[in-house]
């Protein structure tokens, strides 16, 4: 079992920066590809970025690509996302996950995941 909590959401204006974290309970954290999602209000949850579980291989979403980067320390059970550059558009509750399924996009094949937190971006 691995609990996930995210930190680090708030309120910024357009063109500004957030770092989003997600820590882990669970001692077998580097076993596990993490995902960020998100999930804006009337819409389904979409995938955001991904990154392997040593770091080696990162995948991001069209609409964040260039503007965030993902990041993993396994030594602290803990994974990044910092986001630059956000626009309205990126208003959302962003969610980290979980999975032992290696690189995928799909939140169905992710096993575990944080309470969320809420990331709103004023124009």
């Known amino acids: 079992q691995v609990q996930l909590v995210e930190s680090g959401g708030g309120l910024v204006q357009a063109g500004g920066s957030l770092r989003l974290a997600c820590a882990a309970s669970s001692g077998t954290f580097s076993g596990y590809t993490m995902g960020w999602f998100r999930q804006a209000p009337g819409k389904e949850r979409e995938f955001v970025s991904l990154?392997?579980?040593?770091?080696?291989?990162?995948y991001y979403a069209d609409p964040v690509k260039g503007r965030f980067t993902i990041s993993r320390d396994n030594g602290r059970n803990t994974v990044f996302l910092q986001m630059n550059s956000l626009k309205a558009e990126d208003t959302a509750v962003y969610y980290c996950?979980?999975?032992?399924?290696?690189?995928?996009?799909?939140?169905?094949?992710?096993?575990?995941w944080g309470q969320g937190t809420q990331v709103t971006v004023s124009s």
């Open positions: 996950a979980a999975t032992r399924n290696g690189i995928i996009v799909r939140s169905s094949d992710y096993q575990y």
């Open positions: 990154i392997t579980w040593n770091g080696g291989y990162t």
